[in-house]
């Protein structure tokens, strides 16, 4: 019974803790090059995560090919150019500004925009729809109004 109870606990303490990954580079300028990668490239599968933070397979199949590539020779411009035409702008977590993203980069400052205008319009109506005086037909009408509510 205490082996039973001691080797579920190993088994769960073995899934608890991740695996450190090991990468050998022939230049300090590789690593930086590669620790800047992995951690502007989105894993698709997290989604909120980079593939740095990620312990998805996929994630971890993305910082072995941004590995590979780099030992290749491939520049920084040449492993985002892959990643882009393979999996899209959404891959790089903060994507360029071009045509395709221009929506994505602006979009939130003209919702913004749009709802300080509708209420800037809103409180405007408001202030002048309080200052809207009777004529005199209008208090005539509600003046008997008034006076038949009395009368009850």
Do not use: H
Not at 81 to 102: Q, S
């Amino acid at each position: 019974m205490k082996r039973a109870a001691l080797l579920s606990l190993m088994l769960m303490a073995s899934t608890t803790f991740a695996a450190v990954e090991y990468r050998d580079f022939s230049q300090p300028e590789q690593e930086q090059v590669y620790q800047t990668l992995i951690s502007e490239l989105r894993c698709l599968v997290c989604q909120n995560q980079t593939i740095a933070d990620s312990n998805a397979d996929l994630a971890k199949d993305l910082r072995e090919q941004v590995y590979q590539m780099l030992r290749q020779g491939k520049s920084r411009a040449d492993v985002v150019n892959f990643m882009t035409e393979r999996y899209g702008d959404f891959v790089m977590y903060k994507p360029a500004f071009n045509l395709k993203t221009v929506l994505l980069w602006l979009g939130p400052a003209l919702f913004l925009g749009g709802g300080l205008i509708t209420v800037i319009l809103v409180a405007r109506r408001k202030r002048t729809g309080r200052a809207t005086e009777l004529d005199a037909a209008q208090k005539a009408r509600l003046e008997k109004l008034l006076g038949e509510g009395e009368d009850a």
